[in-house]
């Protein structure tokens, strides 16, 4: 098979996960017989200073001829860069949401699970950490608080900013069904989240959660408040299978969910349209702090190339080759500094890749 990759490394860290995650898929290329074919395209920082925005026409055009594409991440130290001093919609992150918009991603599925062989780099208790976990984090990814209108205005000395959250029941059903799709396939229950006593929003979601579900007999499924769910992620994260979420709150619990793997620097995602093509890049940020440095881990980033030929290329096979890798190197000691613990060999970022590649 051909696939038509299109590459965005983006700033930070992104380059050295991306390069990691390229020489991943080479290795399956090779064993399986499939060309990878890559076009490195710009955003995010590295686009302001190239050609003066974080995303041009030609970046969504050529991303959009792609079959797929493979992320890194974007962005910059907030107080420090250079960057931060452009009006909002220049700065970096208004690129990863204009091509999110752009291409139509509305669903952002961010699956967490905790690999044996971290137990000892989850931060919970020792008993909840045995029981172990494994959700999908569906969150919804063009709509509400970072797509609604926005404004800051100063009328007689107040200043007065408003953020709008906004969601049709159309954004809303389509997101359910991608939930309930996915929960059919996995232990089949979902747990929608959202804010119900408080917001408007909320309470059409729940409407229209409570509707799609009506076609999914099969699928158990409850509605969670937004802070209890912060709560009981902590507390029982076991219980969940697919969360049901909206973009902010789906932001906010997917860090938190990911911290409880271990590490932000394991956890993958996909963002899908209602097409095969999808975005595909670790959920972690850029990590200035710690860029150029070979010290990231790019195991979310590789999970993600994972989901990618699971979902756009359908080679299940070469999807589980990956993960299965992945396990091996955890099994055998390996670990970048975010999920060292006692008796781990230490490993930069490009030895992870290499040893992953190697174990194809
Ligand atoms: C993420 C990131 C982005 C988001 C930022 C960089 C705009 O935090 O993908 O989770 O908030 O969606
Ligand atoms: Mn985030």
Known sequence: MVCNIAVIKGDGIGPEVVTEAMKVLDAVGAKYGHTFNYEQLLMGGCSIDACGEPLTDETVAKAKAADAVLMGSIGGNTSTSPWYKLPPEKRPEAGLLKIRKELGLFANLRPALLYEQLYKAC???????????????????????????????????????IDTLTYTDKEIRRIAIKAFDIAMKRRKKVTSVDKANVLDSSRLWRKIVEEVAKDYPEVSYEHMLVDNCAMQLVKDPAQFDVVLTENMFGDILSDEASMITGSIGMLSSASLNETKFGLYEPSGGSAPDIA?????????????????????????????????????????????????????????????????????
């Open 123 to 161: 931060p919970l208790k020792e008993e909840i950490a045995a029981r172990g976990f494994d959700m999908l984090i569906m969150r919804e990814l063009t709509g509400g608080l970072y797509f609604g209108k926005r404004s800051t205005t100063e009328v007689d000395g107040v200043t007065t900013a």
């Open 292 to 360: 150029g440095q070979n010290k990231a881990n790019p195991i979310a980033t590789i999970l993600s190339a994972a989901m990618m030929l699971k979902f756009t290329f359908d080679l299940d096979a070469e999807g589980d080759a990956i993960e299965n890798a992945v396990k091996k190197v955890l099994e055998e000691g390996y670990r970048t500094g975010d999920i060292m613990s006692e008796g781990g060999k230490l490993v930069g970022t490009d030895e992870m890749g290499s040893l992953i590649a190697e174990r194809i």
